[in-house]
């Protein structure tokens, strides 16, 4: 059987103490086990990561973008050998392994303009003889942890950003899907990255807490569920270290009387099923504004949802495959079944349908007359069940979004621009979508919520991330000649 290892320092490290199983969800059955990293292990990734620094930060812009093109022509070259990775470890259809490539390659292409975003700032003659200047250099040693519903996405919203920076890398991917950022690491080493300056480790708490505890790690990124994310930015917070932590999600797609129904049906089968819902940015609840609204969308997704296929993800013909885990499917089911017991009504039942395949599989399910307080509303459920809130009103939606913990992206439908412009200026949401149901921004913006969604000020990839990877030093100079040279000890003037 397959072992999947840790890559430290250039090397392939096994021989820990403990491991975990990687199943095949489509399956069910076991393909790979991996080592899970002990607090010594841990050590020796971020000795690696310490020790590779000062080179990586001395290395020129130039040959540091060098590095970006080639990984961006080598993630095009083996695409499909990677997404089939992605497939067999997570369950997702490869049409949506070969689209999470896609959104990853935004970001190192991002990062290969690493010589415009490193730029610092001048002005002279700020005092008579005296210039300001400022620049950006890395943080140092940065510790990456990464879920599995995106296992080369993720890692490369972070690692793209931290090494164009100037900093190194220790990756802690999720242990469930792990063999993608291992593949990652050799295409960074095959593009020209040196050795130690990506790092990867395996494992579950331990690992987690012994890079949280590393006083030579000085940034942590985290993408995850909202109670780990709280935990981590408060522990890695205590001490000293600088933290975006992005956590849960619970978010809205408000249809409005005028929108285009089949539109708005079309996109909310897609926004609420793709990736079997394993996605923080999937549409969980759907808001239609009015009865007569609601009258008309629900048979129109419900005729939708009857028409998809849900089969291994390797079939071409699957338009979603498994859950991830046989228990994050039983988590998943007991939302469903508990919803009538809430008041909800059950239109699709996705946890009674049965497959002949084995592996995790859940059937898509559909909540009407959900309402706040019901589980299925309040709690992330993360997997392919769509609630439906009913409101009388654009103020009534609005409020219903803006009253909720978590704020990572919303959407509205509407033909109406003065409804829109409205739509953006009312809601508290840090991302928000116009007549776009997953409104994930390009590569060049950067990606976060607010509320129970992040924990830091920082959002991922893009500007913001250029910002949290570096420290901004700024100097002042003066070269006078010996004359001019006095003791003053007044407050420093600028006149």
């Known amino acids: ?74 993630l095009v070259e083996r695409s499909e050998e990677l997404a089939s990775i992605v497939t067999t470890e997570h369950g997702k259809v490869f049409a949506d392994a070969l689209g999470e490539i896609s959104r990853g390659l935004e970001n190192v292409e991002f990062a290969a303009g690493l010589v415009h975003l490193l730029k610092g700032e001048y002005s002279e003659q700020v005092s008579r003889g005296v210039d300001v200047h400022s620049v950006k250099q890395p943080v140092g040693v940065v510790a990456a942890i990464t879920p599995f519903n995106f296992p080369i996405m993720v890692p490369l919203w972070m690692t793209a950003s931290a090494i164009a920076c ?179 009504e059950v239109v699709i039942d996705g946890a009674l349908q049965k497959f002949n395949e084995g592996g995790f599989f859940i059937g898509i399910s559909l909540l009407d007359k959900v309402q706040p307080g019901m589980r299925v509303y309040d709690e992330e459920i993360f997997g392919p069940v769509l609630s439906v809130v009913r409101v009388a009103s654009y103020d009534e939606a609005v409020n219903l979004v803006n009253s909720n913990r978590y704020a990572n992206g919303t959407a509205i439908f509407t033909r109406d621009g003065r409804t829109a412009k409205q739509f953006e200026f009312d809601i508290e949401v840090g991302m928000i979508g116009v007549n776009v149901p997953i409104p994930v921004p390009v590569g060049a913006f950067s990606f976060g919520g607010w509320r129970d969604s992040l924990f830091g000020d920082s959002h991922i990839y893009g500007p913001e991330s250029v910002h949290f990877y570096t420290r901004s030093k700024v100097v002042t100079s003066r070269w006078p000649e010996p004359s001019e040279s006095q003791v003053d000890l007044g407050f420093p003037s600028n006149h």
Request: charged share 20%.
């Open 166 to 344: 100037g900093n190194t890398v220790v990756l802690k991917p999720s242990e469930k899907d792990p063999s993608a950022s291992v593949f990652l690491a050799k295409l960074f080493a095959e593009a020209g990255l040196p050795a130690g300056v990506l790092n990867v480790v395996h494992g579950d708490a331990e690992a987690v807490n012994a890079l949280l505890d590393a006083p030579e790690v000085k940034a942590v990124s985290f993408v995850g569920s909202t109670p780990i994310a709280k935990a981590i930015y408060t522990r890695a917070t205590a001490n000293g270290k600088r933290v975006q932590a992005l956590g849960g999600a619970k978010n809205h797609m408000i249809v409005m009387p005028d929108a285009d129904l089949d539109s708005a049906a079309d996109a909310a089968v897609s926004a609420a099923y793709g990736a079997a819902g394993e996605r923080c940015m999937a549409i969980s609840v759907l808001v239609p504004v009015g009865e007569a609204v609601a009258e008309a969308l629900l048979p129109k997704i419900a005729e939708r949802v009857a028409k998809l296929k849900i089969g291994v993800g390797s079939d071409p013909a699957s338009e979603m495959g498994p859950l991830i885990t046989a228990q994050h499917r039983a988590k998943v089911a007991g939302y469903v079944t508990g919803a009538a017991d809430e008041g909800a």
């Open 1 to 74: 059987m397959t072992f999947v290892p840790h890559v430290i320092g250039g090397q392939e490290v096994t021989g820990d103490l403990r491991s975990g199983p990687i199943f095949n969800p489509a399956t069910g059955e076991q393909i790979a086990s991996v080592g899970f990293a002990d607090t010594a292990r841990v050590a020796e990734a971020v000795a690696a990561a310490t020790a590779a620094l000062p080179g990586w930060r001395a290395t020129g812009l130039i040959k540091r973008a060098d590095v970006f093109f080639r990984l961006r022509q080598l």
